[in-house]
């Protein structure tokens, strides 16, 4: 093991040290434990671990659209400025997250891609997809595939699409048509210019 504090000097300043639990700390470079954790704890720091990685695509689509709401045009200061993720991947984040509501996520059982799958769809059908998609075929849940040749022979999400773009001359014109059309059950999706 490395000595804490230099590795600790090794985050560069767009980043921050995760505290998992009080002797386990994420950086980019790896975990650093500190003192000698008891199996009780490093149970609880690998539980607190595969939770951050389960969660960490709608974690990062929920910040983002925290940040959007709370901050505007001053939100993308601290979304690209900071993270080197390219518009589109933190966009397309976004978007699942504005979509699938947490209340009917199944990330226990299932993968981020399974919910892209049924994000085009009403909450109900999501719910009632994903639902199905956990149960599986009895011992495991059904891979991405299988979900969407099931909502495929089924005709959901199946309908024709037609694309419309509209150019808004600000964030927050974006930002309000965006919101009324959404409201009035069309699906959107960003582009930057």
């Known amino acids: 093991m490395t000595n804490q504090s230099t590795e600790l000097q090794r985050i560069g300043p767009d980043f921050a040290p995760v505290l998992v639990t009080k002797h386990f700390t994420l950086t980019p470079h790896g975990l650093i434990v ?15 671990l595969r939770s951050m990685e389960k969660g960490i695509q709608f974690g990062i689509g929920d910040m983002a659209k925290y940040l959007r709401e709370r901050w505007g045009e001053k939100a993308d200061q601290i979304i690209t400025a900071a993270t080197g993720w390219s518009h589109e991947t933190v966009r397309a984040y976004e978007w699942a997250a504005e979509k699938v509501p947490m209340e009917v996520r199944h990330m226990e059982e299932l993968t981020y891609s399974h919910h892209q799958a049924v994000a085009k769809l009403p909450p109900r059908e999501q719910s ?31 309908e024709p699409s037609y694309w419309f773009m509209v150019r808004c001359k600000s964030d927050a014109d974006r930002t309000k048509l965006q919101k009324r059309l959404e409201s009035e059950g069309y699906t959107t999706q960003e582009r930057g210019a």
């Open 34 to 48: 500190r003192g000698e954790p008891d199996y009780s704890e490093c149970t609880e720091g690998w539980k607190q």
């Open 128 to 158: 009632k997809w994903l639902d199905k998609a956990a149960a599986g075929d009895g011992a495991e849940p059904w891979t991405v595939s299988k979900l969407k040749a099931n909502l495929k022979s089924e005709g959901s999400g199946a």
